[in-house]
């Protein structure tokens, strides 16, 4: 069993910046073999992949947040983290961790002046 814990979201004004941390836990074997991803669902829409990293630190981005959003890994801390710069109104949703086939609980970005 994994459990992937996000940390990191909150209220900010558009044009501002968050930091999301992902922290994974529990019958962890080789965290550095997970490829992992955040994900984001905003009310009344299906939850879409923002960002992805590869184990060998490859990553991948959702057009909508190209530019503006950084995803890495810290593998010897068993974390993974979703810098998001320039945010906009519409980068408002609930934020999931994902890797090997878990999901973390989730953790709420509002951006709104």
């Known amino acids: 069993q994994v459990q992937l814990v996000e940390s990191g979201g909150g209220l900010v004004q558009p044009g501002g910046s968050l930091r999301l941390s992902c922290a994974a836990s529990?019958?962890?074997?080789?965290?550095?073999?997970?490829?992992m991803g955040w994900y984001r669902q905003a009310p009344g829409k299906e939850r879409e992949l923002v960002a992805a990293i590869t184990t060998p630190g490859s990553t991948n981005y959702a057009d909508s947040v190209k530019g503006r959003f950084t995803i890495s890994r810290d593998n010897a801390k068993n974390m993974v983290y979703l810098q998001m710069n320039s945010l906009k109104p519409e980068d408002t949703a609930v934020y999931y961790c994902?890797?090997?086939?878990?999901w973390g609980q989730g953790t709420q970005v509002t951006v709104s002046s």
């Open positions: 994902y890797g090997s086939g878990y």
């Open positions: 529990g019958s962890i074997f080789s965290f550095i073999t997970f490829n």
